[in-house]
């Protein structure tokens, strides 16, 4: 059952004081900062997400996607890293806009 409302920024924070290591709660303020045009909120979210567990290769593709938007060259290095450490390369689908 989904809730009546999706929780505020404000509430994501709280929770995540309450159990930073909580991956999926961190995403999902990251991606709900996406949603709200408040990138520069979301990048942080992203790179403590792609720092803790290495393997998360959703979080590291969207912040390659973020810094590379931002006109950062090494975003794409970035991400293929992240495929790399995950011993699995997704190039096709997901890091070929990277490179692009």
Known sequence: MLPARFPYVSEFRRALE??????????DLGFLLLKMDREEEAEPEFQ???????????????????????????????????????????WPTVCAPCFA
Do not use: H
């Open 48 to 90: 403590i997400l792609v720092e803790t567990p290495p393997d998360d290769l959703l979080s590291a593709t969207q912040l390659a996607f973020l810094l590379n938007a931002r006109g950062e060259t090494d975003a794409p290095s970035r991400c293929s890293i992240a495929c790399w450490q995950a011993k699995t390369w997704i």
């Open 18 to 27: 309450l159990d930073p290591a909580n991956a999926e709660l961190r995403r």
